[in-house]
């Protein structure tokens, strides 16, 4: 069992950043690969970002490519995402996501995650 427990977010103007972090419990977060996902109000649940359980390979949604960056930390238990040139249609709550399945395009698929933390908000006014 892993619990997640996502931080950092908040209000932020546009052309802002924000990092957020996702803590894990438990001694076996190194053996997950970890992804972002974001929900916008009234729209599904989207992929982000994700990253490999040793860091080596992450792959990021088009619309977040060269302004978000994710990173771990196996030794703090800990995923963050770093958001820069924050953009209005960033608003939403976004999640982190822990995956058993090997790394590749299950990274992308939301089903395939085993946990999820409670999420946060990010709002980013124009």
């Known amino acids: 069992q892993v619990q997640l427990v996502e931080s950092g977010g908040g209000l932020v103007q546009a052309g802002g950043s924000l990092r957020l972090s996702c803590a894990a419990s438990g001694r076996t977060f190194s053996s997950y690969n970890m992804g972002w996902f974001r929900q916008a109000p009234g729209k599904e649940r989207d992929f982000v970002a994700a990253?490999?359980?040793?860091?080596?390979?992450?792959d990021y949604a088009d619309s977040v490519k060269g302004r978000f960056t994710i990173s771990r930390d196996n030794a703090e238990n800990t995923v963050y995402v770093q958001m820069n040139s924050l953009k209005p249609e960033d608003t939403a709550v976004y999640y982190c996501?822990?995956?058993?399945?090997?790394?590749?395009?299950?990274?992308?698929?939301?089903?395939?995650?085993?946990?999820w933390g409670q999420g946060t908000q990010v709002t980013v006014s124009s």
């Open positions: 996501a822990a995956l058993m399945a090997p790394y590749g395009t299950s990274v992308f698929n939301e089903a395939m995650y085993v946990y």
């Open positions: 990253i490999s359980r040793r860091g080596g390979s992450t």
